[in-house]
């Protein structure tokens, strides 16, 4: 997806642009970053578009705009409908159907850029931006596989701009407070993680559908092409768009792939893990007529579990252990929670257990309602005034969007920049382990017609990674859900 030659040419164009940009400053607006990044003075205002500008989108690039702070200088949604609210609020703001096109009409006055589109576009859209030199901000999953998590990872040092994921918990006080618990000693060493969520909220495990249905008015052939992206084309169907797509391999990552990277953030981040060794899971079946189960690789199923392997880490000496699920499953309470508490979060919908030799500590989603549970009974909540360091604290999302704004105005490598908690040098890593999950989901899905018609699934392993070579060692057939080709065109 790199491509060193149009990265030499957008790097000798910046350096053109800001020899005659220095010499023409006197008279004319110069965006800012032809004058290379940390030249921004930090009163300067940013100027941001953002790709897909409806669903999170809209809350993204108004987070981002910050009531002003900063520019939103263009929009760009195949759905002019869905990014309706977006425009309206920024009415100046240039819209375009095609970020590609918007990429190059405004390379030289778009500083940064969100990225809110689904899941399968999400690399696209930033590597070329990247490329131009723009920071980004990319919803969680930062990726669709592993192979592109790795490869925005680097872009993001290599074209030195300042990245952050869309995992907003990330920024919640309630990880600096389990961290600090865990800094403490207070739950010991950690050998086991129970991480779940009670995703999918939307159809999954479903047949793929194959009745033609007409394009929404607004939406023309055209539009349905940038919406599939690099992505296997389909005809148009609502159960793909709007919000939809998560049930799709083609374009989501289904349960694992929208809630990992908010759940299993806290215990990634406390524990300091990095690249899982092994993997293993087990999925919900779908039963239309007798004994034999549906088999539909496309579509994410309807639940799973998944087992994820680490090894000891700096912080953490004992390997961990990290069970998942989905799709209303959830752990079982531990003696030390009390049998009628809600595990989690109110509800039990969503949460974290993390296992420790002397202590247990739980979180609900976004790393809301941190927990502690001793062995004396005590139970120990965040306290009401805890706070951080963090002064956007109080914003929306606890200032994810706008800490991300500052850094890209301080610069890459700065001060601000090193203190974003979901950079891409971390957002990376804590993606690939979670699409480690959706590897051996997929994988769990292979299969042959045998002799009586009946389906030989033979992809039910556990399997070993390598994470440094990003490659399935057991098993090649895995391999192939490491990366993806990409459509003519993309
Ligand atoms: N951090 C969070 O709490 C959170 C919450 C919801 C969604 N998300 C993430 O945000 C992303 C979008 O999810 P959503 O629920 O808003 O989906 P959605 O389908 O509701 O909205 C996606 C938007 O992107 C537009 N779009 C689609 N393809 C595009 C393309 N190629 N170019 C430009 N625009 C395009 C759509 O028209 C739509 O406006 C996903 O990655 C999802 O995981 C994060």
């Known amino acids: 997806m790199k491509d060193d030659k149009r990265q030499d040419r957008h790097l000798s164009r910046r350096q053109f642009m800001r020899n005659s940009a220095l010499a023409a400053a006197g008279f004319t607006i110069v965006p800012r970053h032809v004058l290379g990044r940390g030249f921004t003075a930090p009163s300067d205002k940013l100027n ?5 500008a409806g669903g999170k989108g809209f809350s993204d690039i108004r987070n981002a705009f910050n009531k002003g702070s900063d520019n939103v200088v263009a929009l760009a949604d195949i759905d002019e409908n869905r990014c309706e609210e977006a425009r309206k609020l920024f009415p100046k ?7 590609r096109l918007m990429l190059e009409e405004m390379k030289d006055t778009i500083d940064a850029v969100t990225i809110s589109t689904p899941d399968h576009t999400h690399a696209v859209a930033a590597m070329a931006a990247m490329q131009l030199g723009m920071h980004v901000y990319v919803q969680k999953p930062l990726t669709h596989n592993i192979k592109e998590a790795r490869e925005l990872t680097e872009a993001a040092r290599e074209y030195k701009v300042v990245s952050q994921m869309g995992n907003q918990g990330a920024s919640n006080p309630g990880q600096v407070q389990m961290m600090k618990w865990f800094n403490e000693g207070l739950i010991g060493t950690v050998d086991t993680v129970h991480v779940w969520t009670n995703r999918p909220v939307w159809p999954q495990g479903i047949p793929v559908p194959t009745e033609k249905m007409p394009l929404p008015e607004h939406i023309s052939k055209e539009d349905w092409d940038l919406f599939i992206g690099p992505a296997e084309y389909v005809d148009y169907h609502p159960l793909y768009h709007p919000f939809k797509w998560r049930g799709w391999w083609n374009f989501g990552t289904g349960a694992l792939g929208d809630m990992g990277c908010h759940l299993i953030d806290p215990p990634f981040r406390v524990l300091g893990l990095g690249y899982p060794t092994e993997v293993e899971c087990s999925v919900g079946q779908v039963f239309t007529q007798d004994w034999v189960p549906e088999h ?3 579509g994410c199923p309807p639940s799973s579990r998944v087992q994820i392997k680490f090894p000891a880490t700096a912080g953490n000496p004992s390997p961990i252990t990290m069970n998942w699920s989905d799709g209303g499953l959830r752990p079982f309470h531990p ?13 039990s919908a969503n949460g974290v257990i993390m296992m420790g030799s002397k202590g247990i500590m739980t979180c609900g989603v976004y790393g809301l309602h941190p927990k502690l549970y001793l062995p004396d009974g005590e139970v120990r909540t965040m306290p009401e005034d805890f706070s951080t360091d963090n002064p956007n604290e109080g914003l929306p999302e606890y200032g994810h969007q706008v800490s991300w704004t500052q850094a890209c105005k301080a610069g890459f490598g700065s001060a601000e920049h090193k203190r974003l908690t979901s950079s891409f040098d971390y957002a990376g890593p804590l993606t690939e382990t979670v699409l480690m999950g959706n590897l051996a989901i997929r994988s769990y899905a292979l299969a042959k017609k045998n002799a009586r018609g009946r389906m030989d699934y033979y992809g039910r392993k556990k399997l070993f990674w390598d994470g440094e070579k990003m490659e399935i060692t057991n098993f090649n057939d895995a391999n192939q859900f490491v990366g993806r080709d990409y459509r003519r065109g993309w």
């Open 93 to 99: 703001a240039k819209y375009y159907k095609d970020f």
């Open 296 to 298: 539909i690789p496309e």
């Open 48 to 52: 941001i578009a953002a790709i897909g």
């Open 335 to 347: 003696d030390l929670i009390p049998a009628s508490d809600d595990l989690g979060e109110p509800g």
